[in-house]
């Protein structure tokens, strides 16, 4: 079979094809660099589980998205199943496309300012359907919070500003979408939280073998 | 061939190897379960995520992989200046054209009124391989006459 020039011009550019591939394939196969837990997880961010757990946990999240639901869940299961050996942080990351999820993730820090943070993200994550403007009011009452603090924090731009910084941090960390969890400062790929789940559960014991 | 089916060629050739990039890139994060980097929001995780992106278990872009890597095959094998096997050869990137517009517009009515997310990589994709059928079909009309 004769090459033609024509063929040899397209072999180069199937050479040139194959040669950015396999570079590609190179600098995606490089293991991640750990990234610090002082810098994943600042002093404000909702946090619980023991603080010195050699396993720690950020979940950067939208409480408008339904598969943060399901995944919350998970981390709820974990986080009350292993308090001393998991730490968890919450990060926010609410997308454009959920109109209430800026509301949702300022109710949650304003309940946060009375040290109900986790108990209204599980409302949040529990009504997500239904959420409205009211139900904030309501999720507020029915934990009840001292609401004249609560309408006086959900009005704070300092919450604002915490909110958008998470926001500014994960698109500087390149997510594009919710939820997202870095492990011990490793982002994890996980599809469903049974894999979460797995993967967590499995360096927890890792860690206190 | 002449010269305007060497050019068609060519941009055939270079579309199916444009799409072979894609789906490759698409396809590592199906089967690593990692982040696309996606031009609609969360569309292309949330096709990811969906059952429907695996059809009879395969993910969608193992499709495209294959069919851009027959069509640049088929392109590459017509530079060899045989004028019979260029009809041949013609007639096999028309089937698989047709085949490939036929998944991309199933793919897409599933992603916008089931999955209810755009895909950017897919959707590139859809509209690469429309382009490409219009010039399979274009490149067989030119032999036609020629050999006529």
Redesign the interface.
Known sequence: ????S??K???G??AA?IF??AV??IL?SQPQKPIIKEELIPASAPTRGNKDAKTWLVEFSDFQCP?CKLFAAAVDELALKNPDTLYVAYRHFP???HPLAQKAAITAEAAGAQGKFWDMDKLLFGNQDTLTDAKFTELAKSLNLDMTAFASASSDTKIVDKINTDVSYGNKL?????P?FYLNGVKM???KPE?LKGKIEEVINSNVQ | MDKQS?TIN?II??LS?AG??MA??VL?SFL???????LT??G??LVR?SPISYPFGIPVPAFGLVGYTGL?IL??LQ???HEQRTMNLLKGMLGIAIFGICFVSWFTIMELFVIRGLCSWCAVSAVNMYVIFGLVVKSIRLPKKLFS
């Open positions: 079979m004769k090459l033609t024509e063929s011009f397209f072999i550019i199937i094809t950015i591939i590609a394939i995606l598969a997308l454009p496309q390149g997510l594009n979408a919710t997202t790929d996980v599809g894999d | 060497i060519r050739f270079i190897i072979v990039c490759i890139y590592q690593r379960n990692t982040g696309i980097v996606c929001g969360t292309c995780e995520r640049a392109s590459f530079t060899m200046n």
